[in-house]
T-cell receptor, first 113, second 114 residues
């Protein structure tokens, strides 16, 4: 089945540590996205990538980094510079940036302990 | 600048009632308006979508009404069921003439009481 796989589902991080969230898609989509979801805040865009080896900052990129070395993979690193990293993180993809349906992964819940 | 404003933030409806969620947008270049449904602990999934060349689209109990002049669109859930309890997001994007990513509303948490 085609889709987006995020791992892990739950992640705990100590303060001051970097942590990487995985996102893999087998939909052959060009564009991939990372969103952060907090209660009452909706979906806030962190980074997106239109094509391999290219990515753009979203609305809340500070404290995050990404890479897009393969079409299928778009990992997100939450760095120690992110002051409030506890949140639900969602990865998504579209055929192209301007295309219609976005497919989402099941999310990773990150908790700083 | 919030490009898509969604209301209400939360909604409680009795089983069998009609749930109505509203969204307003600012960018007149938007030409695609989807609604996403998200259950707790899951990722959102596309529920229904409309383009501005029609004023209404219906799929089962779900209907989108679109008012281009007012720059507003709404989701109506007829005969609401407890299984419809979820968070609903409206969104908008420009799909023609250049790259524009989806812009989401802040979401509406719908609770349907049995």
């Amino acid at each position: 089945d085609g889709g987006i796989t995020q791992s892990p589902k739950y992640l705990f991080r100590k303060e001051g540590q970097n942590v990487t969230l995985s996102c893999e898609q087998n939909l052959n989509h060009d564009a991939m996205y990372w969103y952060r979801q907090d209660p009452g805040q909706g979906l806030r865009l962190i980074y997106y990538s239109q094509i391999v080896n290219d990515f753009q900052k979203g609305d809340i990129a500070e404290g995050y980094s990404v890479s897009r070395e393969k079409k299928e993979s778009f990992p997100l690193t939450v760095t120690s510079a992110q002051k409030n990293p506890t949140a639900f993180y969602l990865c998504a993809s579209t055929l192209r940036v301007e295309n219609t349906e976005a497919f989402f992964g099941q999310g990773t819940r990150l908790t700083v302990v | 600048q919030q490009q898509v404003k969604q209301s209400p933030q939360s909604l409680i409806v009795q089983k069998g009632g009609i749930s109505i969620i509203n969204c307003a947008y600012e960018n007149t270049a938007f030409d695609y308006f989807p609604w996403y449904q998200q259950f707790p602990g899951k990722g959102p999934a596309l529920l229904i979508a409309i383009r501005p060349d029609v004023s209404e689209k219906k799929e089962g109990r779900f209907t989108i009404s679109f008012n281009k002049s007012a720059k507003q669109f709404s989701l109506h859930i007829m005969d609401s069921q407890p299984g419809d309890s979820a968070t609903y997001f409206c969104a908008a994007s420009k799909t023609q003439g250049g790259s524009e990513k989806l812009v989401f509303g802040k979401g509406t948490k719908l609770t349907v009481n049995p």
